[in-house]
């Protein structure tokens, strides 16, 4: 199947400052990419839709000024967490569609701020 | 809205018997599919088995197969001849038959923990 890589697989950031994350498609071009947020033990939660050249679309309760994405390219789709705070310590996944394929996963990329 | 319901937080299994998953849904759409993800420690989600609503065949994928009820909208995962790598969290998702800009868009239920002992 196709691939999807999430970078980093792991990151701790401190309190007040802002990381970003990349979902790149390897060997597709993603028409869309999604979003979604898992926290331990729980269901994956979806926060957004991603079309390339678009605006994202958020789920309702999501904070669109918190949670900054960007789908520049059919390949790459960041996810930007800004003034991150404990509360958004999570395990977040993003997955890529071209057209009307199945969704394929990226690995997630763990976030802990301290 | 769609609402997806497992019911069973953790199952347990011995090797080479079989474990049947439940997963209820609730949806006004007329055209949707179904999926069972898997997700190992490893956190990768990874697609199990799929079925498109219109399609009355049970799906099947090897020693995973589905029983799907259209009209009690009910679709349960049976995993025969388990083996240790089946050990994982498995998650029932829906997905709405729509746009090629929202394809791909899936809710998931709450996750079955299924733990394969020797």
């Known amino acids: 199947g196709a691939v999807v890589s999430q970078h980093p697989s792991w990151v701790i950031c401190k309190s007040g400052t802002s990381v970003k994350i990349e979902c790149r498609s390897l060997?597709?071009?993603?028409?869309?990419m999604f979003w979604y947020r898992q926290f331990p033990k729980q269901s994956l939660m979806l926060m957004a839709t991603s079309n390339e050249g678009s605006k994202a679309t958020y789920e309702q309760g999501v904070e669109k000024d918190k949670f900054l994405i960007n789908h520049a390219s059919l390949t790459l789709s960041t996810l930007t967490v800004t003034s991150a705070h404990p509360e958004d310590s999570s395990f977040y996944i993003c997955?890529?569609?071209?057209?009307?394929?199945?969704?394929?996963f990226g690995q997630g990329t763990r976030l802990t701020v301290v | 809205a769609q609402t997806v319901t497992q019911s069973q937080p953790e199952m347990s299994v011995q090797e080479a018997e079989t474990v049947t998953l439940s997963c209820t849904y609730d949806t006004s759409e007329s055209n949707y599919y179904l999926f069972w993800y898997k997700q190992p420690p490893s956190r990768q989600m990874i697609l199990v088995i799929r079925?498109?609503?219109?399609?009355?065949q049970n799906a099947t994928e090897n020693r995973f197969s589905v029983n799907f009820q259209k009209a009690a909208k009910s679709f349960s995962l049976k995993i025969s001849d388990s083996q240790l790598g089946d050990t994982a969290m498995y998650f029932c998702?829906?997905?709405?038959?729509?746009?090629?800009?929202?394809?791909?868009?899936?809710?998931f239920g709450a996750g079955t923990q299924v733990v394969v002992t020797p």
């Open positions: 079925q498109e609503a219109y399609k009355q």
């Open positions: 998702a829906f997905m709405k038959h729509g746009g090629a800009d929202s394809w791909g868009k899936l809710q």
């Open positions: 060997d597709f071009q993603a028409t869309t």
């Open positions: 997955s890529a569609t071209q057209g009307y394929t199945e969704a394929f």
